[in-house]
């Protein structure tokens, strides 16, 4: 099967790959908008997109892209997110002048650089895209910040391990594909609605889930472009049993001005 990532060999996007799909071939993408063509026009099968962040929240554009092209989720892996600062071989850090990155890896790394003032972070497409480069162009005095993956993929030395400011860094992707997959004995889903603009139409909606049984565990508001001060809400919910979430499904149709499903899986962590 062809899955589609955002970045290249080496990219946590490619590892989440690798691990949710037992073979693949990789379509690599510079940007999203290109994966979710790719998916759109039939060139890839499945795409792996990042949606959210333990330290940085939603990946809003995301939410968005999903959405407009009516893709369908129908799965999901979190990633543990460990950056790690590589050269080509042979050099000190104290030689290091430049520092290229993905703008998120470097924001999640910056309290490590307090140390080291004279190298100058630079914002680069993907995590592993300058890995390459150091590696393809031989590009001495700059270093890149990517998985250990990368570093073993383009022959590269690692000068410092986990330098990210947190941890415990997580990173949930989800799989998309472009038609809806009909599973049966799914337990988690992903919904969009939009209410009327009125006091208590939210916490009603919130309340009815919870009289179904639904657990809510997650909920993030875009506003809706072409009617300012509306929101769309995006929500992910799991529950035990179907009935009460077909149940649920059918108030929130009668409740909301608008409503999808925007997936139906199975919950990684049940």
């Known amino acids: 099967m062809k899955v589609s990532i955002q970045g290249v060999k080496g990219s946590f996007h490619h590892l989440v790959a690798a691990n949710y799909f037992s073979s693949l071939e990789l379509n690599e993408c510079s940007t999203f908008d290109k994966l979710v063509k790719s998916i759109i026009d039939e060139d890839s099968e499945y795409g792996v997109m990042a949606i959210e962040n333990s330290i940085a929240g939603s990946i809003l554009p995301n939410y968005a892209l999903i959405d407009e092209y009516n893709l369908s989720i129908t799965g999901e892996y979190s990633q543990s997110i460990d950056h790690n600062l590589?050269?080509?071989?042979?050099?000190?850090?104290?030689?290091?002048?430049?520092?290229?990155?993905?703008?998120?890896?470097?924001l999640q790394c910056t309290k490590f650089f307090t140390k080291y003032p004279k190298i100058k972070l630079i914002e680069s497409e993907d995590t592993a895209l300058f890995a390459k480069k150091i590696s393809e162009y031989k590009i001495n005095r700059v270093g890149a910040i990517a998985s250990k993956e990368a570093a073993e993929i383009y022959n590269l030395e690692i000068l410092n391990s986990s330098i990210q400011t947190i941890k415990n860094n997580m990173t949930r992707f989800v799989i998309v594909e472009k038609n809806k997959k009909h599973i049966s004995n799914f337990n988690k889903a992903a919904l969009k609605f939009?209410?009327?603009?009125?006091?208590?139409?939210?916490a009603s909606i919130l309340n009815m889930m919870s009289d179904c049984k639904l657990n809510?565990?997650?909920?993030?508001?875009?506003?809706?472009?072409?009617?300012?001060g509306k929101y769309a809400f995006f929500v992910d919910i799991t529950f035990d049993s179907i009935d009460n979430y077909q149940k649920a499904?059918?108030?929130?149709?009668l409740m909301a001005q608008e409503f999808k499903i925007l997936g139906e899986y199975k919950d990684q962590k049940l």
Do not use: F, W, Y
């Open 216 to 228: 809510l565990t997650k909920i993030q508001s875009l506003p809706v472009i072409k009617t300012p």
């Open 249 to 253: 499904i059918k108030i929130i149709e």
């Open 194 to 202: 939009i209410l009327d603009h009125k006091r208590g139409s939210l």
């Open 86 to 106: 590589m050269c080509l071989p042979g050099q000190n850090i104290d030689k290091i002048d430049e520092v290229h990155s993905h703008p998120m890896a470097l």
